[in-house]
Protein backbone atom coordinates (compact mmCIF):
# COMPACT_ATOMS: atom_id res chain seq x y z
CA UNK A 1 0.00 0.00 0.00
CA UNK A 2 2.74 2.49 0.93
CA UNK A 3 5.30 1.49 -1.20
CA UNK A 4 4.70 4.15 -4.37
CA UNK A 5 4.35 6.58 -2.04
CA UNK A 6 7.21 8.60 -0.76
CA UNK A 7 7.04 9.32 2.89
CA UNK A 8 7.94 12.90 3.90
CA UNK A 9 10.49 13.93 6.77
CA UNK A 10 9.26 16.60 9.25
CA UNK A 11 11.79 19.53 9.15
CA UNK A 12 13.16 20.69 12.51
CA UNK A 13 14.70 24.28 12.75
CA UNK A 14 15.21 26.70 10.13
CA UNK A 15 16.30 26.99 6.57
CA UNK A 16 19.20 29.47 5.54
CA UNK A 17 16.87 32.04 3.68
CA UNK A 18 15.10 32.12 6.83
CA UNK A 19 17.94 32.99 9.11
CA UNK A 20 19.60 35.27 6.24
CA UNK A 21 16.32 37.05 6.14
CA UNK A 22 16.41 37.62 9.88
CA UNK A 23 20.46 38.70 9.76
CA UNK A 24 19.04 41.53 7.49
CA UNK A 25 16.11 42.54 9.16
CA UNK A 26 18.42 43.26 12.49
CA UNK A 27 21.15 44.96 9.98
CA UNK A 28 18.73 46.79 9.15
CA UNK A 29 17.47 47.84 12.62
CA UNK A 30 20.62 48.60 13.59
CA UNK A 31 21.77 50.87 10.59
CA UNK A 32 18.53 53.34 11.76
CA UNK A 33 19.28 53.02 15.17
CA UNK A 34 23.16 53.28 15.68
CA UNK A 35 23.80 56.79 14.03
CA UNK A 36 20.94 58.28 16.25
CA UNK A 37 22.41 56.73 19.61
CA UNK A 38 25.46 58.73 18.65
CA UNK A 39 23.68 62.04 18.08
CA UNK A 40 21.97 61.19 21.52
CA UNK A 41 25.67 60.64 23.22
CA UNK A 42 26.86 64.08 21.26
CA UNK A 43 23.94 65.95 22.30
CA UNK A 44 24.47 64.76 26.36
CA UNK A 45 28.59 65.40 26.39
CA UNK A 46 27.30 69.09 24.84
CA UNK A 47 24.69 69.49 27.69
CA UNK A 48 27.30 68.44 30.04
CA UNK A 49 29.38 70.19 29.41
CA UNK A 50 27.31 73.84 29.50
CA UNK A 51 26.71 72.74 32.86
CA UNK A 52 30.33 71.87 33.81
CA UNK A 53 30.96 75.81 32.52
CA UNK A 54 28.27 77.35 33.84
CA UNK A 55 29.70 75.27 37.52
CA UNK A 56 33.45 76.50 36.84
CA UNK A 57 31.73 80.27 36.26
CA UNK A 58 29.95 79.43 39.87
CA UNK A 59 33.13 78.67 41.24
CA UNK A 60 35.29 81.50 39.87
CA UNK A 61 32.58 83.96 41.25
CA UNK A 62 33.44 82.12 44.75
CA UNK A 63 37.14 82.21 44.48
CA UNK A 64 37.33 85.74 43.77
CA UNK A 65 34.67 86.60 46.47
CA UNK A 66 36.77 84.07 49.11
CA UNK A 67 40.35 85.27 47.72
CA UNK A 68 39.86 89.00 47.01
CA UNK A 69 43.34 89.72 46.75
CA UNK A 70 44.58 86.92 44.39
CA UNK A 71 40.37 87.61 42.28
CA UNK A 72 39.98 85.35 39.44
CA UNK A 73 42.43 82.15 38.99
CA UNK A 74 43.04 80.89 35.65
CA UNK A 75 43.98 77.30 37.33
CA UNK A 76 41.60 75.23 37.25
CA UNK A 77 43.33 72.97 39.60
CA UNK A 78 43.19 76.02 42.19
CA UNK A 79 38.82 75.94 41.98
CA UNK A 80 39.21 72.04 43.31
CA UNK A 81 40.56 69.84 46.13
CA UNK A 82 41.45 66.48 46.95
CA UNK A 83 38.34 64.83 49.68
CA UNK A 84 40.86 64.57 52.26
CA UNK A 85 42.25 68.10 51.96
CA UNK A 86 37.89 69.38 51.68
CA UNK A 87 37.34 67.31 54.63
CA UNK A 88 40.28 68.66 57.11
CA UNK A 89 39.13 71.76 59.36
CA UNK A 90 41.43 74.39 57.79
CA UNK A 91 39.33 73.37 54.31
CA UNK A 92 39.82 75.35 51.52
CA UNK A 93 42.98 77.03 50.48
CA UNK A 94 43.90 79.39 47.34
CA UNK A 95 45.73 76.30 45.76
CA UNK A 96 42.73 73.94 46.69
CA UNK A 97 39.60 75.70 46.36
CA UNK A 98 37.24 72.66 47.43
CA UNK A 99 34.76 74.52 44.41
CA UNK A 100 34.57 71.92 41.71
CA UNK A 101 34.80 68.36 41.81
CA UNK A 102 37.74 66.30 40.89
CA UNK A 103 36.63 64.89 37.88
CA UNK A 104 35.93 68.01 36.22
CA UNK A 105 39.05 69.62 38.18
CA UNK A 106 40.71 67.26 35.86
CA UNK A 107 40.61 69.13 32.76
CA UNK A 108 38.35 66.76 31.48
CA UNK A 109 35.21 65.42 31.44
CA UNK A 110 32.41 63.85 29.70
CA UNK A 111 34.63 63.87 25.84
CA UNK A 112 35.19 67.65 26.57
CA UNK A 113 38.68 69.18 27.79
CA UNK A 114 38.24 72.53 30.21
CA UNK A 115 40.90 74.78 29.72
CA UNK A 116 41.42 78.25 31.90
CA UNK A 117 42.97 81.33 30.75
CA UNK A 118 43.85 84.93 32.37
CA UNK A 119 41.68 86.85 29.75
CA UNK A 120 44.94 88.63 28.58
CA UNK A 121 45.13 90.27 31.34
CA UNK A 122 47.59 89.21 34.73
CA UNK A 123 47.05 91.66 36.98
CA UNK A 124 46.91 91.04 41.18
CA UNK A 125 44.00 90.91 41.99
CA UNK A 126 43.17 89.09 38.86
CA UNK A 127 40.01 91.05 36.99
CA UNK A 128 39.13 88.68 34.50
CA UNK A 129 39.17 84.78 32.99
CA UNK A 130 38.42 83.06 29.93
CA UNK A 131 37.01 79.17 30.03
CA UNK A 132 36.89 77.20 26.95
CA UNK A 133 35.82 73.42 27.25
CA UNK A 134 36.41 71.65 23.45
CA UNK A 135 35.54 68.23 22.52
CA UNK A 136 38.11 65.72 23.07
CA UNK A 137 37.02 64.29 19.31
CA UNK A 138 34.95 66.46 17.39
CA UNK A 139 31.95 65.12 15.87
CA UNK A 140 32.57 62.14 18.10
CA UNK A 141 32.15 63.17 21.91
CA UNK A 142 30.77 66.81 20.49
CA UNK A 143 30.14 69.07 17.98
CA UNK A 144 30.52 72.33 19.70
CA UNK A 145 33.00 74.23 21.92
CA UNK A 146 31.92 76.49 24.35
CA UNK A 147 33.44 79.36 25.77
CA UNK A 148 32.88 82.04 28.84
CA UNK A 149 34.56 84.36 30.50
CA UNK A 150 33.90 86.89 33.84
CA UNK A 151 30.40 88.14 32.24
CA UNK A 152 29.02 84.63 32.69
CA UNK A 153 27.66 84.85 29.12
CA UNK A 154 28.25 80.64 27.45
CA UNK A 155 28.91 81.08 23.82
CA UNK A 156 29.04 78.99 21.61
CA UNK A 157 31.53 78.06 18.17
CA UNK A 158 30.53 74.55 16.03
CA UNK A 159 33.73 74.57 13.37
CA UNK A 160 36.42 76.05 15.64
CA UNK A 161 36.84 76.36 19.35
CA UNK A 162 34.69 79.13 20.76
CA UNK A 163 35.70 83.03 21.57
CA UNK A 164 33.95 85.83 23.06
CA UNK A 165 33.05 86.96 19.40
CA UNK A 166 30.77 83.94 19.37
CA UNK A 167 26.86 83.75 19.02
CA UNK A 168 25.52 83.31 23.24
CA UNK A 169 23.48 79.99 24.24
CA UNK A 170 19.70 81.18 23.81
Known amino acids: MGEGKKKMRKQKGFSLIELLIVVAIILIIAAIAIPNLLRSRIAANEASAVGSVRTINTAEVTYATAYPNIGFTYTIGNLTG ?5 ATATGATSSNGCLIDTVLGSGTKSGYNFTLGNGGAATTPQTTYTDVAFPITQGQS ?6 SDQSGVIRYNGTA ?5 DNPLQ
Open 161 to 165: SATVS
Open 82 to 86: TAASC
Open 142 to 147: GQRSFF
